[in-house]
């Protein structure tokens, strides 16, 4: 194998993961490769870092190498490393799971930290996932800056029953975020999961990230009023913007 084809074959590899967890026969069927030659450059990923087994035996996903690289896309800045104290005070203040992401070109969000909450009933790690921009909170309030009409433009699948897939109604939604500075989710990107998100803006005035709240449904928001968690994550995002821009 050359080398320009093991780093083909590799960044095939992550392309999979990227999708979410997989185990060696999934991204062997769905790379069309050798379950041998996955796992072979698995183990080279593992080893660099940039993918990582959750246990023995057990599915892969993206490594903290990749996470890394994907938090440095702001010009000189760690994404990753500024936000991350102020998901803490999200976790701390309202309870529940606070993440970051960013957006791809083609309309997938990418999730780059997370916070867990110490809750009996716990959401699962987004790390390193993509996810379809208009089914997340995060997706929307970041789509409702850049106004991109390809995000509209392109397949809007339903993640589950309650998911806005019809392009005039999305729009409806992203101009609603634009307006109120945060979008909540309900049950759309899966069964018994909200979330509300804010936009983190960089330097040219545009939305690069976006800062979450999500928990099980019937726990988040709760007795809680939206009007008194918004602030919160807005404030959140708002002090990520400042410290990105000055």
Known sequence: MSGVQSVERAFAILQCLAGGEAGVSEIADQVDLPKSTVARLLATLVDVGAAEQRSAGGSYALGELVIDLAAGAVPSRNLVGIAHPHLLELVETLDETAGLSVLDTDGQVLYLDQVEADNPVAIRDWTGQRLPFHCVASGLVMASRTRDPALLAQPLPALTDRTVTEPALVEQRLEEARLQGVAWTVDELADDISAVAAPVMGPG????????????SYRFPGERRRGDIEPLVRGAAERVS???TH
Request: a neutral charge; aromatic letters at 0%.
């Open 205 to 216: 005035g545009a939305a690069v990230a976006a800062i979450h709240v999500h928990g099980p």
């Open 242 to 244: 400042a410290l990105l």
